[in-house]
């Protein structure tokens, strides 16, 4: 956790010159895949980067999970978002009368 954090903290100080953000498909409700790719620098100091994102959220609409995957991992990302999928509609139906 403390990592993440620190990855975080990093990347919202970088001076971001180009950010998009595509969603690239949905998986039932509440699993979205995105496409995130962000170009910037400064003082010569350029950078690039890109990466799939899964985010789930639950039925109140928190954040549940976010999950990144190299652009190239495409399949494992809807498969992963997928599994997530069957297992809360598992857990749903499991939950009702």
Not at 19 to 47: K, P
Not at 60 to 79: N, S, W
């Amino acid at each position: 956790m403390e990592l993440w954090i620190e990855n975080l903290v990093l990347v919202r100080s970088m001076p971001i010159a180009r950010r998009t953000i595509d969603v690239i498909g949905m998986v039932g409700d509440r699993i979205a895949l995105q496409r995130v790719s962000a170009t910037g620098g400064s003082d010569g100091a350029a950078f690039e980067f890109e990466f799939l994102r899964l985010i789930e959220v639950d039925a109140d609409g928190r954040l549940r999970a976010t999950i990144h995957f190299d652009p190239e991992d495409r399949d494992a990302a809807f498969a992963e978002a997928e599994t997530r999928r069957a297992a809360g509609d598992a857990a749903g139906r499991a939950a009702r009368p």
